[in-house]
């Protein structure tokens, strides 16, 4: 499935609803046919704005417990800002996305 990657699309995962970029996206039917595997890396900008010299770089990663169904997401990267009020500001932001 590499014919994807490198490509824009909707994402959409509960609130979440940006365009973002394909960087990596496989599937595999399970042994047993009864299941699709797959893993999906993209990515899309929020910021940064050039006017403020703002910048922010973040990955999200969801999981989901295969026993319980129990889903858990992460958010970890890096924010650049004039001040920590600024940075602090926008990581509520993305936070809260």
Do not use: C
Not at 13 to 29: K, L
Not at 55 to 81: H, P
């Amino acid at each position: 499935m590499t014919e994807i990657n490198g490509k824009d699309g909707q994402l959409v995962y509960g609130a979440f609803d940006r365009t973002v970029r394909v960087e990596e996206f496989s599937a595999e039917a399970s042994a047993d046919m009864d299941a699709l595997n797959w893993t999906l890396t993209a990515s899309y900008s929020r910021y940064p704005d050039e006017s403020t010299g703002i910048l922010a770089e973040y990955e999200v990663q969801t999981n989901e417990d295969a026993q319980t169904g129990q889903v858990s997401l992460s958010l970890s990267g890096r924010i650049v800002a004039p001040d920590a009020a600024t940075a602090h500001s926008i990581y509520a932001t993305l936070k809260g996305a």
